[in-house]
């Protein structure tokens, strides 16, 4: 249930214009965001710091604004507030510069201030990208951390997917550059990831009102969301232009912890990432056990994988990506195996179901450690 006070807040934060900056002054000058609701005097908005033209627009588009109908709104979508003066706020994001005044929510919040780390990349992963995200997603679930990343296609659902299918106890936190109710979200073929994240124990959360689409205007407000949550932001493949670089200042900015995932030097989906490390700007990560440590969190062993091959193609098959540990292509397993493509396509499939291989995408399969 949304109490009187956040919904004047969220209608405040409803009018173009007013972000976390402005109902911060806004707060500062009215004993409650209620009062501020009820003001009619354009000079009161301009003491408080609001420039003429937007007391103007404030008093005009709040006679727009149907309180009951917003109730309406944030309920119909299961949608809920926290401010700073809540115990369920990020403690870390509340200790940032320019945190948001308030936020909306879906889901678990509680998970909110547990120990979790923040991973980003490029939205164009490569199949090593992708499976280093994995493994090192992998781990830290497993060792009870939980995972936040944007909710964008590439190394972000990669993160959140894994973490989803993880067996250990970390959640995921999917901090969005839009509104959290289903019709901003975006992609669009990331809804039913999210609907996957609420119903796994995660939390969906901005500090954009509902039904605010996101733009690439909107993005960085969502970068600093997701750099303040954590104390530890991990960069996983960025291309020197990348946007992922943004996030990765801030946490700079922000005085965080910063590591990067080394990758080829001539890859150019690495390219930012390998920079940050030379520039002395990130830390290098080549295992969980780098951020494990800094948490002073041991890394659970590993499962045992049981799998043993049951037939002789399987384990012709299996000894060549033995050899390959990055991987391998299924024309190179062919060629390599000397068998029928039908039989290594087959064979490769069986493997799969039993666990003991893995397809890091593009046919790309490498043993599933």
Not at 80 to 91: E, F
Not at 250 to 262: C, E, R
Request: glycine content about 8%; hydrophobic content about 35%; overall charge negative.
């Amino acid at each position: 249930m949304i109490n009187k006070d956040y919904l004047y807040l969220h209608a405040l934060n409803s009018v173009h214009g007013i972000g976390s900056q402005k109902l911060e002054l806004l707060l500062d000058y009215f004993n409650t965001s209620e009062d501020a609701w009820n003001c009619t005097e354009i000079n009161n908005f301009k003491d408080a710091g609001l420039s003429e033209k937007l007391s103007h627009k404030l008093l005009l588009d709040k006679k727009n604004i149907n309180l009951d109908k917003e109730l309406n709104m944030l309920e119909k979508n299961n949608i809920s507030i926290l401010t700073k003066i809540d115990t369920d706020y990020p403690k870390h994001l509340k200790n940032i510069y320019n945190a948001p005044t308030l936020l909306y929510t879906k889901g678990n919040v509680s998970i909110m201030n547990e120990p979790s780390v923040t991973i980003v990349g490029s939205r164009k992963f490569t199949s090593y990208g992708k499976q280093a995200t994995e493994k090192i997603v992998t781990d830290l679930v497993n060792a009870g951390i939980h995972i936040v990343s944007g909710l964008a296609l590439g190394i972000d659902a990669i993160s959140h997917h894994t973490c989803l299918k993880s067996s250990g106890n970390g959640k995921t936190i999917a901090v969005l550059g839009g509104g959290i109710d289903e019709t901003s979200i975006a992609p669009r073929t990331n809804l039913n990831l999210s609907n996957y994240i609420l119903n796994s124990g995660g939390v969906i959360i901005s500090d954009f009102v509902p039904y605010t689409k996101p733009s690439k205007g909107t993005f960085p407000a969502r970068n600093r969301i997701m750099t303040g949550i954590t104390d530890i932001t991990l960069v996983i493949e960025a291309h020197v232009n990348s946007g992922t670089l943004i996030t990765a200042q801030l946490a700079i900015d922000y005085n965080k912890h910063l590591f990067a995932v080394p990758g080829s030097i001539f890859s150019q989906a690495s390219t930012g990432t390998n920079n940050l490390i030379k520039k002395g700007h990130a830390k290098i990560l080549q295992d969980a056990s780098d951020i494990l440590n800094l948490l002073n969190i041991d890394k659970k062993n590993d499962a045992i994988n049981d799998y043993i091959p049951s037939s002789e193609e399987e384990i012709k098959i299996f000894e060549i990506l033995l050899k390959n540990p990055d991987g391998l292509p299924i024309d190179k397993i062919i060629q390599s195996s000397n068998l029928k493509e039908s039989d290594v396509g087959s064979t490769l499939v069986l493997m799969e179901l039993d666990g003991g291989v893995k397809n890091l995408g593009g046919n790309i399969f490498t043993v599933h450690t």
